[in-house]
Nanobody
Framework: VEVVESGGRLVQGGESLTLSCTASGTGDITSVGWYRQTPGRRRELVARITSGRSVDYSDSVKDRFTMSGDRRLNYLQMNNLKPEDTAVYYC????????????????WGQGTVVAVSS
């Protein structure tokens, strides 16, 4: 599975932005999610579609961000952006690949930069 994100750019505080994520290739994707990372900090979960199709959000983005779509194409709608949302946003796909044995793997995109000015 290969993952590609797009849509990041510079915006002003209070504006909205939508990120896109496509997952292609062979594998049974069980969940997809968005993470973000700033220099010197660990990558943190933003939102994730679970195998049950519900969406879990971090407390910092709940009520402002909405994740939609499916495990092959999904979107992260970000409203009322704040300077603290500035980060590199990564899409992740967790999947199983069956060859000689079943492999449980994670695919990450290259990241897309979201910068929010105050």
């Amino acid at each position: 599975v290969e993952v590609v994100e797009s849509g990041g750019r510079l915006v002003q505080g209070g504006e909205s932005l939508t990120l896109s994520c496509t997952a292609s290739g062979t594998g049974d994707i069980t969940s997809v999610g968005w993470y973000r990372q700033t220099p010197g900090r660990r990558r943190e979960l933003v939102a994730r579609i679970t195998s049950g199709r519900s969406v879990d959000y971090s407390d910092s983005v709940k009520d402002r961000f909405t994740m939609s779509g499916d495990r092959r194409l999904n979107y992260l709608q970000m409203n009322n952006l704040k300077p603290e949302d500035t980060a590199v946003y990564y899409c992740n796909a967790h999947y199983f690949y069956s060859a000689d044995v079943i492999h449980e793997l994670d695919a990450w995109g290259q990241g897309t930069v979201v910068a929010v000015s105050s």
